[in-house]
């Protein structure tokens, strides 16, 4: 299962655009890079995915080089509500191939 | 949209009870997964099942069993709990829809274990 590293932590303030950067550098072929939000108290959400380039939809954008061996999560412009862990997942997702989640990186939001 | 609906929020059980984790989803998925989720260790899979009494152990299975009757319903057992296993308890699941599945999570139950 292809490993993920990112920051431990990040601080932005509202109305920034924040950029959190996942190392994968054994992604498999067929592997999807898949980005998740967490607020205290509640379980896991999905936010984006993507297999390359870019992906952009309501929330977030991801772009994925062509190497495929890092991805970046953008939100623009946060707001005191953006402030949640976030967790990059690497994997294929079917039958029998688990997703594996690591620490995530808590972002933290000021006014 | 998807609805994940876990038993408890929270549950206070004594060491060596068996406990007893319900989850229920609502969009006939076909995966359901249980994880725990510790302060700095982030989601581990506990086991997963890809369909009816079908399970697969995850990276931390001892102690815990599992049970899926029906497709919609997967719970989780703790045989005889201890003080380790007080944590946060997610559930989650996901329709075998080929690559880039999506994780749908509930909202969790928080279990001490006195």
């Known amino acids: 299962l292809a490993k993920t590293t990112q920051p431990i932590s990040m601080d932005s303030y509202e109305g920034q655009e924040v950029n959190i950067t996942c190392s994968h550098n054994?992604?498999?072929?067929?592997?999807?890079i898949t980005w998740y939000q967490q607020f205290p108290s509640q379980g896991p959400r999905f936010i984006i995915q993507?297999?390359?380039t870019k992906v952009t939809n309501e929330v977030a954008s991801l772009f994925i080089p062509a190497d495929r061996k890092s991805s970046t999560l953008s939100l623009p412009r946060v707001s005191l509500s953006d402030t949640a862990v976030y967790y990059c997942l690497v994997g294929r997702g079917e039958y029998g191939n688990k997703l594996v989640f690591g620490a995530g990186t808590i972002l933290r939001v000021k006014s | 949209d998807v609805k994940v609906t876990q038993s408890s929020r929270y549950l206070v059980k004594r060491t060596g009870e068996k406990v007893f984790l319900e989850c229920v989803q609502d969009?006939?998925?076909?995966?359901m997964f249980w994880y725990r989720q510790d302060p700095g260790l982030g989601l581990r899979l506990i086991y997963f099942s890809y369909d009816v009494k079908m399970k697969e152990k995850g990276d931390i299975p001892e102690g815990y069993s599992v049970s899926r009757e029906k497709k919609e319903r997967f719970s989780l057992i703790l045989e005889s709990a201890s003080t380790n296993q007080t944590s946060m308890y997610l559930c989650?699941?996901?329709?075998?829809?080929?690559?880039?599945?999506?994780?749908?999570f509930g909202p969790g139950t928080r279990l001490l274990v006195l």
């Open positions: 969009m006939d998925h076909e995966n």
């Open positions: 989650a699941s996901s329709s075998l829809a080929g690559y880039g599945e999506t994780q749908y």
């Open positions: 993507g297999y390359k």
């Open positions: 054994n992604i498999a072929t067929n592997d999807y």
